[in-house]
């Protein structure tokens, strides 16, 4: 079955670093979806990729949909402490059935 | 006003029992769907319903029972509770079936099964 993966897991990064996470699919995307979760809340979304190639930009942050539809990165630039949090893709291939992927859990040292 | 409600927010509760989670949402959505997240954080889908219909059934235990009075509201109940059913379960609503639609969580309920 379709399997969605995103690394790394875990994400430590200094205030005011940029970082970048990866989200790799086993079967080619027909979109993709970016949520993220707060500590304690629930996952909130943040914006969907369609086409291929395709490259979002939500202030900060940087969502990038790869050339084959099989593959999604987010880039976070000058990271602040509110963006602490899990950070989700999740992407649709045929059935409709949306697959997340195991999520990236940033912690951000002041 | 909260889009994707859910109660309660916190069940403890024996090995053995039985008890049931409510989600109800006023977004006017057709499809709703309940996700169980794991201490490791991982998200996985459970049910999907679409207008009261049964869409995804994950190899999900039949302990577990979903139910849609109406398409603003898909309960769950869960017999026989054991250990592995802890975990935070989240409801959540699409539009529609549609592969473009955002889905909307609602705040999950924390699950202890002692």
């Known amino acids: 079955g379709q399997q969605v993966m995103q690394i790394p897991q875990y994400q430590h990064v200094q205030e005011g670093e940029d970082f970048t996470t990866y989200c790799n699919s086993s079967?080619?995307?027909?979109?993709i979806q970016w949520y993220k979760q707060r500590p304690g809340g629930h996952p909130v979304f943040l914006i969907q990729?369609?086409?291929?190639?395709e490259v979002k930009k939500q202030k900060r942050l940087t969502f990038q949909f790869g050339e084959a539809k099989k593959n999604s990165s987010l880039h976070i630039t000058a990271t602040q402490t509110t963006d602490v949090g899990t950070y989700f893709c999740?992407?649709?291939?045929?059935?409709?059935?949306?697959?997340f992927g195991g999520g990236t859990r940033v912690l951000v040292k002041p | 006003d909260t889009a994707v409600s859910q109660t309660p927010k916190y069940l403890v509760t024996q090995m053995g029992n039985d008890k049931s989670i409510k989600c109800e949402q006023n977004?006017?959505?057709?499809?709703m769907y309940w996700y169980k997240q794991d201490s490791k954080k991982f998200l996985k889908i459970m049910f999907s319903?679409?207008?009261?219909?049964?869409?995804i059934n994950e190899t999900v235990p039949n302990r577990f029972s979903p139910k849609s009075p109406d398409k603003a509201h898909l309960n769950l109940h869960i017999n026989s509770l054991e250990l592995g059913d802890s975990a935070v379960y989240f409801c959540?609503?699409?539009?529609?079936?549609?592969?473009?639609?955002?889905?909307?969580f609602g705040p999950g309920t924390r699950l202890t099964v002692l």
């Open positions: 079967t080619t995307l027909s979109n």
């Open positions: 990729l369609v086409k291929s190639g």
């Open positions: 959540a609503s699409s539009r529609d079936l549609s592969i473009r639609n955002e889905q909307f």
């Open positions: 999740a992407g649709r291939a045929a059935g409709n059935k949306l697959t």
């Open positions: 319903y679409n207008n009261k219909e049964l869409i």
């Open positions: 977004l006017g959505h057709d499809t």
